[in-house]
């Protein structure tokens, strides 16, 4: 059987994609009343942690937006899978940075491996994930396209 | 303009970090988030882009089936012409043949009824020589 490659056309998000955007809006939040983590403080300059803040937030608040429309029609579903990847690409460049932000000032350097590795496996499913939104948007792009061959 | 400035500004603070490898992180960082910014942008605001493109596409499509369906129309035209003054010859020729036909049964038909005359004017004469 020759291969395929396997598109998710799914309508459902994923439960780890709902907390982490969740959990993406609550960080975000927490700049305007808490202290930040002190790796990033002292990792980041203030206008890049300003910034990142502000990714993080944004990322979640249009991931969880995606949640609320209803996919009916071929094109809101491309649009919503946009926003979505848009969404994923922020929050999990953002995780990138966090991690970095760990390696480089957390000691010792075993505490850093594992806040970092799980840190890491969240940015690893966010991938994962924005391939499989990729090769949905491909998909349906692919489709389109043959269908306005036929018209 | 905006989008201008606010590049050169992140640029010139990204020159004052530390260190360079925290300048390609840093760098790598906003290059990402601003895709996915892009991303979300162009999926909200791009869709009129794309509708209209879609449209134009279905527009330009369906005026080459039109086009199409006129330049058979036309090849259908043509023939059915041909066809009818190939029938009208047909038909004027047949009017001659029957005329001709008819002239020639006409002149049969006179030369029987002057054969019929002479007939009857010879059994008139045997008649009067027997009397």
């Not at chain 1, 907390?19 to 939040?29: E, K, N, P, T």
């Not at chain 1, 806040?115 to 966010?126: D, K, N």
């Not at chain 2, 259908?76 to 012409?81: P, T």
Request: hydrophobic share 45%; charged share 20%.
């Amino acid at each position: 059987m020759p291969y395929r490659r396997f598109a998710y056309m799914t309508s459902r998000h994923q439960p780890y994609e709902i907390m982490l955007f969740i959990a993406a809006v609550s960080i975000g939040l927490s700049y305007f009343g808490e202290t930040p983590p002190k790796s990033l403080e002292q990792f980041m300059p203030s206008w890049f942690l300003t910034y990142w803040y502000i990714s993080v937030l944004v990322g979640g608040v249009v991931g969880l937006i995606t949640l609320v429309p209803k996919r009916r029609t071929r094109r809101e579903l491309n649009i919503v899978l946009n926003i979505e990847r848009g969404a994923l690409l922020i929050i999990t460049s953002a995780i990138f940075g966090y991690i970095c932000a760990i390696l480089a000032t957390a000691r010792p350097i075993g505490s850093a491996i594992v806040a970092s590795s799980l840190i890491f496996g969240w940015m690893s499913a966010g991938i994962v994930r924005l391939v499989q939104i990729q090769n949905s948007i491909r998909k349906l792009s692919e489709d389109d396209n043959a269908a306005a061959r036929v018209v | 303009m905006l989008a201008k400035g606010l590049l050169l500004y992140l640029a010139a603070e990204v020159a004052e970090s530390k260190t360079p490898w925290l300048q390609i992180i840093i760098t790598l960082v906003i290059g990402v988030t601003g895709a996915g910014f892009a991303s979300v942008l162009n999926a909200i605001f791009g869709k009129k882009l794309t509708d209209a493109k879609a449209d134009a596409q279905i527009v330009h499509n369906a005026q080459e089936i039109i086009n199409e369906l006129k330049e058979r129309l036309a090849e259908v035209q043509a023939d059915s012409k041909d066809k009818v003054r190939e029938l009208n010859i047909e038909i004027q020729e047949l009017k001659k043949t029957i005329q001709e036909e008819r002239r020639l049964a006409q002149e049969e038909v006179l030369r029987l009824k002057s054969d019929i005359i002479m007939r009857d004017q010879e059994i008139q004469n045997y008649k009067q020589g027997r009397q």
